[in-house]
């Protein structure tokens, strides 16, 4: 599917500004959005909308179907009589401009368990509305809303090291469980409620104001997640549970050692074996929060690295095939051709450009990774391809000014050359190219288009900690940022009132 030539800002929620410690689905998100129309832009970029997992990272949830608690707008449920006024008071005031996660998840969780057992004390009449909600989503909610009530109660240990009869879902276990932890199943449910609610109303928000939202679909799941756990058929598991292979990908350029992720590998022929319903789903629920979608690790499904669970590294790995075209071809009969994005970026051999190509995805490319080389570089401009989405850089390079100061005196020489530039202007420049590129779509990172340096990075990959922290600040957004791009997307034919060209 070809998107319209149009641009947008990657930034995920936790970003954003606001007073409880990091980013959420409150007053700070619509005004991103009303900036992002005087702007000139039609989408809004963001990561992985569900739980964070090991390091704080977006792409290792504990579902692949809930949504981050700590994104709900706790003002809100102020507004609706379930918290108050000093509830929201911090014990200590929050840094604006760095997410401290260690002292954020204490302080928001213990907030929405007291807006949940305000809730249950008094529903009102918000207690059909959550009846609906449970009705809706109960393909996925009372395995998520079990499973995270009994990581809580055994310590946070791994599924696997609970008791076996939990470990396998025997029924009567689960019955029991399910009595027992029925206070903490119904948190649960209500932030998902909350989550959900709140995020529909800034999508519609969003969408009246000409913003498309482009979520953000990990190929991988967390092997720590209620997915795995529920369907444990679905996954490279041994008896116990535990993965007899992981994902990651080999050695290159930039790792001698590979990146060893950690993630279970789906037990593909499971998947072909029901139709790869679990995958149709999936999709179809992501599709119902968000207008595009980005899927991670593209290349994954055309061919994947398989590393046995025991190795350290990814060094010992090898390539296996993936579902291909089947997975893709289950999708579109079920729900009709989707604007996705194929994140296509790493190893790419012929057979992942073919599997793109063929469901007409969109690819990716960074102007970052675009003088490196010999003038046929793939991402350089004048390489570009229509049905492509380019990026100045995304979450996991550093800001282009960060990338700049660490450049190869060969790689400042040929962007200089090349864009006509110099030292005090390469991030205009670099602007500007992926403006004017023939990509269809161009998606500019907010610390760009804020001009900062590698102190806002958002993900450095393969180091566990430290990252996903960044936020910034309304006082660090002056009137010529929102100027220089409206003004980009206009001199490019960007602009959503702009005539399209014919296809």
């Not at 990146?259 to 789906?266: A, D, I, T, V």
């Not at 074996?273 to 119902?288: C, K, L, M, P, S």
Request: charged letters at 20%; proline letters at 7%; hydrophobic letters at 45%.
């Amino acid at each position: 599917m070809r998107l319209p030539r149009l641009s947008g800002v990657l930034l995920h929620p936790t970003s954003l500004p606001g007073p409880h410690g990091s980013g959420d689905l409150g007053p700070a998100a619509r005004h991103f959005v009303d900036w992002l129309h005087d702007a000139g832009q039609s989408i809004w970029q963001i990561l992985p909308l569900g739980g964070i997992g090991p390091g704080n990272s977006p792409y290792m949830s504990s579902s692949a179907f809930a949504g981050n608690l700590l994104l709900i707008d706790l003002d809100e449920l102020r507004q609706l009589g379930w918290l108050t006024e000093a509830d929201l008071t911090p014990d200590t005031p929050f840094d604006p401009r760095r997410i401290d996660f260690e002292a954020l998840v204490p302080y928001r969780m213990s907030r929405l368990a007291r807006a949940a057992r305000h809730f249950a004390a008094a529903p009102g009449v918000h207690a059909a509305a959550l009846a609906k909600f449970r009705t809706e989503q109960a393909s996925w909610l009372p395995d998520y809303a079990l499973f995270m009530a009994l990581w809580e109660h055994h310590g946070f240990i791994d599924w696997t090291e609970w008791p076996a009869p939990l470990a396998r879902r025997e029924a009567e276990a689960l019955a029991q469980a399910r009595e027992r932890h029925a206070e903490r199943i119904a948190f649960y449910e209500f932030c998902q409620w909350s989550f959900f609610r709140q995020w529909k109303a800034l999508r519609v928000y969003a969408n009246e104001r000409g913003v498309q939202i482009m979520g953000d679909a990990p190929i991988f799941i967390a092997h720590q997640s209620a997915e795995v756990w529920a369907r444990q058929e679905l996954f490279e598991l041994d008896a116990q549970g535990r993965p007899t292979v992981v994902a990651g990908v080999p050695p290159d350029f930039f790792s001698e050692t590979g990146q060893r992720w950690g993630n279970p590998l789906y037990r593909w022929s499971a998947h072909a074996a029901e139709g790869y319903a679990w995958w149709t789903e999936r999709i179809r629920r992501i599709f119902e929060m968000t207008d595009l979608v980005r899927i991670d690790h593209f290349r994954g499904f055309a061919g994947y690295w398989e590393i046995p669970a025991d190795e350290p590294t990814a060094i010992k790995g090898q390539w296996k095939p993936g579902p291909g075209g089947a997975l893709f071809e289950a999708v579109a009969a079920a729900l009709g051709p989707l604007p996705i994005v194929a994140e296509d970026l790493g190893v790419i051999t012929p057979d992942v450009v073919a599997l793109r190509q063929r469901f007409k995805f969109p690819g990716m490319l960074i102007l970052q990774f675009a003088f490196g080389g010999p003038s046929d570089n793939t991402y350089l401009p004048h390489n570009h391809t229509a049905d492509s989405v380019v990026y100045t850089g995304t979450h996991d390079n550093n800001t282009t000014l960060g990338w700049w100061q660490a450049a190869s005196d060969g790689e400042r020489h040929h962007a200089r050359s090349y864009l006509a530039t110099d030292d005090a202007h390469i991030l205009p420049a670099m602007l500007r190219a992926a403006a004017a590129s023939v990509a269809d779509t161009a998606i500019f990172p907010m610390q760009d288009v804020l001009g900062l340096g590698a102190e806002a990075r958002m993900n450095v990959p393969g180091v566990g900690d430290g990252s996903w922290t960044w936020r910034f600040d309304w006082n660090q957004v002056r009137p010529e940022h929102a100027r220089a791009l409206h003004e980009l997307s206009r001199q490019f034919g960007r602009l959503r009132s702009s005539p399209q060209p014919k296809r």
